[in-house]
């Protein structure tokens, strides 16, 4: 069965409700009747509101970029996957590489403490039974950092990440998640991952899927590409075997972009 490709726009801390308005509103009308191409858009928090309206019976759906385990509670500063689901999201992002505190370029200094604010293997897998249980479904996200790469680890990063975030599912939800590869080096800095190479990395990732849940599994569960899609780009990568779509962050900000890529995922 060919897996239909996924598009998802992460605008991170980007666009005032004002702003999201605009960009969906442009959007709706660029990607109008493609329905052989799954759409989302994951704003702000505050703006879910507002952007679900706004793409209510259009083809675009919305996420959250980040949730919380539990129901309800004294948890400041969180969000439960079921505050999501109840204003319109049908999806919400775990384990993205700046939620996890990994990202790719940050001074020395900040870097020694970002990480404790970050999500680790064991909370993103818990995230993720918590998002089904809301009813959300999650695209969980893995990538190496650049001194992983260089030194040779980037698929014991993704074997050790997947393992654990990965684990536990029933094989409805194992085919249903969406697991998005985003080498953190090619996050926000143009430095796209080479096709081939992504298209390698996301087959490993759908042997350890094969190896954890069976090959219908494996066949079924869509990978997206993350990291520096751009629409020059988006066409050679979702041209890829085990590529079924891209995450995608500064491209998706910029409605024109955002249509090209959904439209090179056709
Ligand atoms: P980018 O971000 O497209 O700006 O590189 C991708 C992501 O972080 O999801």
Same mark, same amino acid.
Request: with cysteine; net charge negative; glycine share 12%.
């Given at each position: 069965?060919?897996?239909?490709?996924?598009?998802?726009? &992460?605008?991170?801390? &980007?666009?005032?409700?004002?702003?999201?308005?605009?960009?969906?509103?442009?959007?709706?009308?660029?990607?109008?009747?493609?329905?052989? *191409?799954?759409?989302? +858009?994951?704003?702000?928090? *505050?703006?879910?509101?507002?952007?679900?309206?706004?793409?209510?019976?259009?083809?675009? +759906?919305?996420? /959250?970029?980040?949730?919380?385990?539990?129901?309800?509670?004294?948890?400041?500063?969180?969000?439960?996957?079921?505050?999501?689901?109840?204003?319109?999201?049908?999806?919400?992002?775990?384990?993205?590489?700046?939620?996890? /505190?990994?990202?790719?370029?940050?001074?020395?200094?900040?870097?020694?403490?970002?990480?404790?604010?970050?999500?680790?293997?064991?909370?993103?897998?818990?995230?993720?039974?918590? $998002?089904?249980? @809301?009813?959300?479904?999650?695209?969980?996200?893995?990538?190496?950092?650049? @001194?992983?790469?260089?030194?040779? &680890?980037?698929?014991?990063?993704?074997?050790?990440?997947?393992?654990?975030?990965?684990?536990?599912? !029933?094989?409805?939800?194992?085919?249903?998640?969406?697991?998005?590869?985003?080498?953190?080096?090619?996050?926000? !800095?143009?430095?796209?991952?080479?096709?081939?190479?992504?298209?390698?990395?996301?087959?490993?990732?759908?042997?350890?899927?094969?190896?954890?849940?069976?090959?219908?599994?494996?066949?079924?569960?869509?990978?997206?590409?993350?990291?520096?899609?751009?629409?020059? &780009?988006?066409?050679?990568?979702?041209?890829?075997?085990?590529?079924?779509?891209?995450?995608?962050?500064? $491209?998706?900000?910029?409605?024109?972009?955002?249509? @090209?890529? *959904?439209?090179?995922?056709?």
């Amino acid at each position: 069965m060919p897996r239909k490709p996924f598009i998802a726009g &992460n605008w991170k801390m &980007n666009k005032t409700v004002a702003e999201g308005l605009g960009l969906v509103d442009e959007l709706k009308s660029l990607v109008a009747g493609v329905d052989d *191409v799954d759409i989302a +858009v994951f704003p702000t928090f *505050v703006s879910l509101g507002k952007i679900g309206e706004a793409i209510k019976g259009s083809n675009i +759906v919305l996420g /959250g970029q980040c949730c919380f385990w539990k129901e309800s509670g004294a948890w400041t500063g969180q969000m439960a996957p079921g505050m999501l689901k109840d204003v319109g999201c049908q999806w919400v992002i775990v384990g993205h590489s700046e939620t996890r /505190g990994r990202f790719g370029t940050v001074d020395d200094e900040l870097e020694k403490l970002l990480p404790y604010f970050g999500e680790c293997d064991t909370t993103v897998n818990m995230k993720a039974k918590a $998002a089904f249980a @809301a009813g959300l479904t999650p695209i969980i996200a893995c990538g190496e950092l650049l @001194a992983e790469r260089e030194s040779g &680890n980037t698929d014991q990063v993704i074997a050790e990440q997947m393992k654990i975030d990965l684990a536990g599912f !029933t094989e409805e939800q194992a085919a249903r998640m969406v697991i998005a590869y985003e080498p953190v080096w090619a996050i926000g !800095t143009g430095k796209v991952c080479d096709a081939a190479e992504a298209d390698r990395v996301c087959g490993l990732i759908r042997s350890i899927v094969k190896d954890m849940y069976g090959a219908t599994v494996a066949d079924a569960v869509r990978i997206q590409y993350g990291g520096s899609v751009k629409p020059d &780009n988006a066409e050679e990568l979702l041209s890829k075997e085990n590529i079924d779509g891209a995450l995608v962050g500064g $491209a998706s900000l910029k409605a024109g972009d955002f249509a @090209a890529i *959904v439209k090179a995922a056709r």
